[in-house]
């Protein structure tokens, strides 16, 4: 089976700016989180998608929004980019949302803010 | 209060000893999951091993061993015969029970295992 895909790996944008990256999931898989990497906060949770809906979200401002289509793909938008939104962005998908399923991730999509 | 806590930011090991990464985890649910996932340096996230909150043995997976200790809240990762490739950054997770309002992943703060040769 192919792995989580996130495309694309490098992005580079300047503040204002708007960004959106995209996951495609393990085949059969139907949940998709999204998580931010930085040095300094570590591993935060952005949302959650199950089945073309948002069952979660964390922390973050409306600028971060983000969709599930019917084939479980998804993506993440981020609008009005700022310097602190410099991150590895981080996609994981998992069969469905039981405590006992593992979320298996992508390599990532490394967001660079100029 | 944090779901998962990882008092080691940083632990060193010789090469071919054992080494246990600690992992303390807060939650009212009697059903829940409890994840360990490897970082390298290349920024992957690679998914170890797991144990259910219900399962009595501890969960192991070739060099990888789940230390679980339902009674105090922890979860321990234990790497026998360290290899300077398990040298990454190691998180320890929990997922509960599905709710109504949901059920999200929650990570530690990482700790970064380096492998002395």
């Known amino acids: 089976k192919a792995g989580v895909t996130q495309t694309p790996r490098y992005l580079i944008k300047t503040r204002g700016q708007q960004v959106t990256l995209s996951c495609s999931p393990i085949?059969?898989?139907?949940?998709v989180s999204w998580y931010q990497q930085t040095p300094g906060q570590g591993l935060q949770f952005l949302f959650e998608y199950f089945s073309e809906t948002q069952r979660n979200k964390g922390n973050f401002p409306g600028r971060f929004s983000g969709r599930q289509f019917s084939n479980s793909r998804s993506e993440m938008n981020v609008s009005t980019l700022e310097l602190g939104d410099s991150a590895l962005y981080l996609c994981?998908?998992?069969?469905?949302?039981?405590?006992?399923?593992?979320?298996?991730f992508g390599d990532g999509t490394r967001l660079s803010i100029l | 209060a944090q779901k998962i806590t990882q008092t080691q930011p940083g632990m060193f090991v010789q090469e071919k000893e054992a080494v246990t990464l600690d992992c303390t985890y807060d939650?009212?649910?009697?059903?829940?999951?409890l994840f360990w996932y490897k970082q390298p340096s290349s920024g992957e996230m690679i998914f170890l091993i797991y144990?259910?909150?219900?399962?009595?043995q501890n969960a192991t997976e070739g060099r990888y061993s789940l230390n679980f200790q339902k009674a105090r809240k922890s979860a321990n990762l234990v790497i026998s015969a360290s290899q300077l490739g398990d040298s990454a950054m190691y998180f320890c997770a929990m997922r509960e029970r599905q709710d109504r309002t949901g059920n999200q992943f929650y990570f530690g703060t990482g700790t970064s295992l380096t492998v002395i040769p």
């Open positions: 085949s059969g898989h139907r949940s």
């Open positions: 994981a998908s998992s069969p469905g949302t039981g405590a006992n399923q593992p979320q298996h």
């Open positions: 144990q259910g909150s219900y399962d009595e």
């Open positions: 939650t009212s649910d009697q059903s829940y999951g």
